[in-house]
């Protein structure tokens, strides 16, 4: 297949490398196409003539560093993904009145986060309650258009109609098509940019719930086991760590026990 910049295997080997350095993730060597057609944009964009060239432009320029994990990480999000999991958020928080803390770990453009604010709002019948809400995600672009709160209408389609009317307004004019999260759910979150791989998380403990989902599956297990143990040890003994459909902790029983369907209780002792 022509290309328009020259791209080997030792240019893909080189993305990979600097993405596990940076990030932890690891890239799939299926992933090479994909690398290429993320990457050429910001080459285009940065008139630097090539991979080769665009490397040394990522070590010399710091602030790039942020432009080539956004462009390589992956997106995949929606409204209430994986209901049953909001089902079992409901029953924690009937079974635990007051303050607590949730940390919707990777959060994209905020689907997730919000799905867990419309269930708290529901829980309590308002938009004040105890719960705080933190949203994070290595992505800065995502993590704009999260704090913006507008989406497409077709988003919210599969969201139920009360839902719908209660947590959404509907764009007029220029914003036609679109929907936008009502003011008092939007300030029920708080969106930050947290790097899973820092060596210092800027959140403090102990927080109750934390949803982690799909997020796993991209680094490699010696990585997985030691954010998971950072991320278990934020847990009270009875907290709940929330897992995706495509993780399964079975082989680390000495930091995680099965509580449900991909939920987990932190092991202590």
Request: proline content about 4%.
């Amino acid at each position: 297949m022509d290309r328009e910049f020259s791209y080997t295997q030792a240019h893909f080997e080189q993305v990979q490398a600097k993405l596990y350095e940076l990030a932890g993730i690891q890239l799939d060597t299926s992933k090479d196409a994909l690398v290429y057609s993320r990457l050429v944009r910001r080459i285009r964009s940065l008139k630097v003539g090539g991979f080769a060239n665009y490397f040394v432009y990522l070590q010399n320029t710091p602030s790039e560093t942020q432009e080539f994990i956004n462009a390589l990480t992956t997106n995949l999000t929606s409204f209430f993904r994986e209901p049953h999991h909001f089902d079992i958020l409901k029953g924690y928080l009937q079974d635990h009145p007051g303050n607590l803390r949730i940390w919707c770990v990777a959060s994209s453009t905020g689907e997730e986060a919000y799905s867990i604010a419309m269930t708290v709002a529901e829980h309590y019948g308002q938009f004040d309650t105890p719960v705080e809400i933190i949203a994070s995600d290595i992505d800065t672009d995502v993590l704009t258009a999260a704090s913006a709160g507008i989406y497409k209408r077709e988003r919210i389609e599969s969201i139920v109609p009360q839902r719908r009317k209660q947590f959404f307004q509907r764009g007029t004019g220029g914003q036609d098509g679109k929907v936008r999260v009502v003011p008092e759910l939007k300030r029920m979150v708080e969106f930050a940019q947290i790097n899973l791989l820092e060596p210092s998380w800027p959140i403090r403990s102990t927080v109750d719930v934390i949803f982690c989902r799909n997020v796993m599956i991209y680094f490699d297990k010696q990585t997985q086991l030691a954010l998971l143990t950072r991320l278990v040890a934020l847990l009270p003994s009875d907290g709940l760590y929330i897992a995706g459909h495509s993780e399964n902790f079975s082989a680390f029983a000495q930091v995680v026990r099965l509580a449900g369907q991909t939920t987990y209780y932190p092991v202590r002792g």
